[in-house]
């Protein structure tokens, strides 16, 4: 029996295990915390790129990017986490409160929250994939969500669902450290390009 390199059975089993070892970098690159926004634009753009007609090679390639994307997917970072930090620490605060004015309050700062959370995974693939300033990136970061309402849904019900389906299965969450975050963002990954591709003049 001789087993064919080039096959669809090893290379679908050689891309899994590429994706699994990516995963795995992520998590170790997000460990620090405050490389979160390096870690995860240095993921979205080698998936991005491997979502192109699976160019590039997103293992090897995810180092160089970290790098090359550090110092404006830290600020980028810094810019919109706090805030989101802020406010989901103002939910906390006003829910607990039992009135209409703290419920109400806790139902804003929950969905500015979010907004913002979504506004940070667009800024990441916008410093991924574009060289451009700082100020410009976090401007189309913040608009990209309301202009592009239909493929923002599909960008943050990815990770949503990782996250219900790890908690309703807790089992589940040995698949989402193993490959969940790699996969998932190969799947944002056509998102984020679809919608890089309707606003590039």
């Known amino acids: 029996m001789q087993i064919d390199p080039n096959g669809k059975t090893v290379q679908g089993l050689t891309t899994f295990l590429a994706f699994v070892a990516l995963n795995v970098v992520y998590l170790v690159t997000c460990l620090p915390i405050v490389t979160i926004g390096a870690a995860t634009s240095a993921l979205y753009e080698v998936t991005i790129r491997y979502a192109d007609d699976e160019s590039g090679r997103p293992l090897k390639d995810y180092f160089p990017a970290f790098g090359r994307n550090f110092r404006r997917a830290s600020l980028a970072s810094l810019v919109l986490l706090v805030p989101v930090i802020l406010m989901a620490y103002s939910v906390v605060f006003w829910w607990a ?78 698949i989402v450290l193993t490959v969940g975050f790699s996969v998932g963002a190969y799947a944002t990954a056509f998102l984020f390009r679809s919608v890089f591709a309707r606003h590039v003049a």
């Open 97 to 174: 409160n039992p009135s209409v004015l703290g419920g109400i309050a806790a139902v804003v700062a929950a969905l500015a929250a979010v907004y913002l959370f979504i506004a940070w995974m667009y800024a990441m693939a916008l410093v991924a994939w574009f060289d451009a300033a700082l100020k410009q990136t976090l401007k189309n970061a913040l608009l990209l969500p309301g202009a592009e309402s239909a493929r923002t849904f599909g960008i943050i019900l990815i990770p949503l669902a990782l996250v219900v389906i790890t908690l309703l299965f807790p089992p589940f969450g040995f």
